[in-house]
C-alpha cells in the first residue's frame, strides 16, 4: 500500500504542488487583510485555510491523474516518458482510474467547507471539467499552454471567490485583485510550459499532436514565452497600483522585481539551442517565484 501510494504520488509529481499553491495561499492572505466593500475586514476561519488546501490537493490530483490516464498510449511512444508509471505497468490502470475519481470527489467535497458560501459547490463541476479537459487540448490546439494557464490561474480566483462570496456578485471590482493575480499566473504557466514542452517538440509533429513548440518552432516558442513572462511581470507590478485597497507596499514591488530577474536567468540557462538545463529552470527556479513571492507578500500583508 505505501509503494502504491508512494507511485501514485510520483505520477502526479505532487512537488509540483508549489507551482499553484502558493498563489491560492496569496489571493487568501489578500481575501483576508483587503477590507471588504461594506469597509469591514473578513474574518480569518482556520476552516477556510483547510477548504483550500484540500480543494486544491484533490483538483490537481484528478487533474494530474487523468492527464495521466489519457496520454499513456502518447507517453509510452515517446522514448522521454516511456518510463512513467502506466506505460511502465508501475502502476494499473484501475488503480489511477480510482484515484482520480477518489481525487475528484475530495474537490467536491471540499467546496462543502464554505457553506454558507455556496459559489465554490455550484463552481466545483464546471471547475473540475475545465481542468480534466486540458488533457485533450494538445490534440486540437497549440494553445494547450494557455489552457493549462487558466487552469492554474483558476486558483487564486477560486480562492478568492470561496472566501468573500456574495461580496464578489454584489461588487464586481472586488474581483480585480485576484484577476490580476490569476493573469500573472496564466502568463507565467503558459510559458514556462512552452519552455518545457520544447523537449517534445520533434515527437509531438511526427504523430499530430500541437503544441507551440511543435507550430512555432523551438526558437518560436521561446521567444513566445518570453513575451509571457514580460506579461506575468507587468500584472504582477499593476497589481496593487489597479487594487489600492489591498495593502500591498514596498516590500511586494522588490519581490516583484526579483520574480523578473529570476525569469531572466531562467531564460538565461534555457535557451533554443541548450535545453539540457530545462528541469532546472521548469521545476527549481520556478518553485522560488512561486513560494517567494508568497513568503514576501505575507510579509509585507502583515507585518509592513
Known amino acids: 500500500m505505501l509503494t502504491t501510494v508512494r507511485h501514485l504520488l510520483e505520477m502526479i509529481r505532487f512537488s509540483h504542488t508549489v507551482f499553484a499553491l502558493p498563489f491560492a495561499l496569496l489571493a487568501a492572505m489578500m481575501a483576508w487583510t483587503t477590507p471588504l466593500p461594506t469597509g469591514v475586514m473578513l474574518p480569518f476561519r482556520a476552516l477556510d485555510l483547510v477548504g483550500i488546501l484540500v480543494c486544491m490537493i484533490g483538483a490537481r490530483s484528478a487533474a494530474m491523474a487523468f492527464n495521466r490516464l489519457v496520454d499513456r498510449q502518447f507517453d509510452a511512444?515517446?522514448?522521454?516518458?516511456?518510463a512513467r508509471h502506466l506505460p511502465a505497468g508501475t502502476l494499473s490502470l484501475p488503480t489511477v482510474i480510482l484515484f482520480t475519481l477518489a481525487s475528484s470527489a475530495l474537490f467536491i467535497a471540499g467546496t462543502l467547507i464554505f457553506l454558507p458560501n455556496?459559489?465554490?459547490?455550484?463552481?466545483?463541476?464546471?471547475?473540475?471539467?475545465?481542468?480534466?479537459?486540458?488533457?485533450?487540448?494538445?490534440?486540437?490546439?497549440?494553445?494547450a499552454h494557455f489552457w493549462l494557464g487558466i487552469a492554474l490561474a483558476l486558483a487564486p480566483l477560486s480562492a478568492w471567490i470561496a472566501l468573500r462570496g456574495d461580496y464578489v456578485i454584489n461588487t464586481p471590482s472586488d474581483l480585480i485583485p485576484p484577476t490580476m493575480l490569476g493573469l500573472a499566473v496564466l502568463t507565467w504557466v503558459a510559458g514556462f510550459d512552452m519552455i518545457y514542452a520544447c523537449q517534445d517538440a520533434s515527437f509531438d509533429q511526427s504523430i499530430?499532436?500541437?503544441?507551440?513548440?511543435?507550430?512555432?518552432?523551438?526558437?518560436?516558442?521561446f521567444r513566445l514565452a518570453a513575451v509571457c513572462h514580460l506579461l506575468t511581470v507587468v500584472a504582477l507590478f499593476v497589481l496593487p497600483f489597479l487594487s489600492p485597497q489591498v495593502p500591498l507596499g514596498w516590500l511586494y514591488l522588490l519581490s516583484v522585481a526579483i520574480v523578473a530577474a529570476?525569469?531572466?536567468?531562467?531564460?538565461?540557462?534555457?535557451?533554443?539551442?541548450?535545453?539540457a538545463r530545462v528541469n532546472l529552470a521548469f521545476f527549481t527556479i520556478n518553485a522560488i517565484i512561486s513560494i517567494g513571492l508568497l513568503a514576501?507578500?505575507?510579509?509585507?500583508l502583515l507585518w509592513i
Do not use: C, M, Q
Open 77 to 82: 511512444a515517446n522514448p522521454r516518458t516511456a
Open 118 to 143: 455556496t459559489l465554490p459547490v455550484a463552481l466545483s463541476i464546471p471547475v473540475l471539467l475545465f481542468l480534466l479537459g486540458y488533457s485533450y487540448t494538445k490534440r486540437f490546439t497549440s494553445l
Open 296 to 300: 514576501t507578500s505575507v510579509i509585507d
Open 262 to 275: 529570476l525569469l531572466i536567468y531562467e531564460h538565461w540557462v534555457v535557451r533554443p539551442t541548450d535545453l
Open 208 to 221: 499530430g499532436l500541437r503544441s507551440i513548440p511543435a507550430t512555432l518552432g523551438v526558437t518560436g516558442a
